[in-house]
């Protein structure tokens, strides 16, 4: 029995020892915190909590101004539209089948979500962080409603309202 504790106490002493101490920062040589980069953050965020304002995604969208005032208007299309083609995997206030859009604002670029609502696939083939929310949400893929870019910025509006 001796034989067999030994080597499983070494076998499991260096699997401790070979994954590191799990830190969520490093300090360099002269006691200074060093910042994780962005690629380490991404495995231990949540996709659907990661701030990625900087990401315009891929498509069509390359630039998109957004008024400083609220279009009320175009809020209501985006409110109706949303209602008819969105909410059936989308709750406003919680995880569903897909990501609550709630506060979206504050974690994605208007451009990024304009480009996933007019070619989720697109995105989901060519975005990480589309890939990580396709993973997140256990494969449940965006399914294209093929939005005109007005009815997506109508969308958009009405994201604006949720924060």
Known sequence: MKKL???LIVLLAFTIASCGGGESTDTADDGSVKKKPASMLESTVPASERI????????RIKDLPLDATI???MVARGEKIFNT???ACHK????????????????????WIMNMILDPQLMVEQDRCAKDLLIEF???????????VEQARDILEYFRTLD
């Open 71 to 73: 279009d009320v208007e």
């Open 138 to 148: 256990n494969g449940a893929a965006m399914a294209n409603q093929n939005m005109t």
């Open 5 to 7: 504790i030994t080597p």
């Open 52 to 59: 990625t304002l900087d990401n315009k995604g891929v498509g």
């Open 85 to 87: 083609n969105c909410s």
């Open 92 to 111: 406003i206030d919680k995880r569903f089948i897909g990501p609550s859009p709630k506060g979206i604002m504050k974690r994605r670029s208007p451009e």
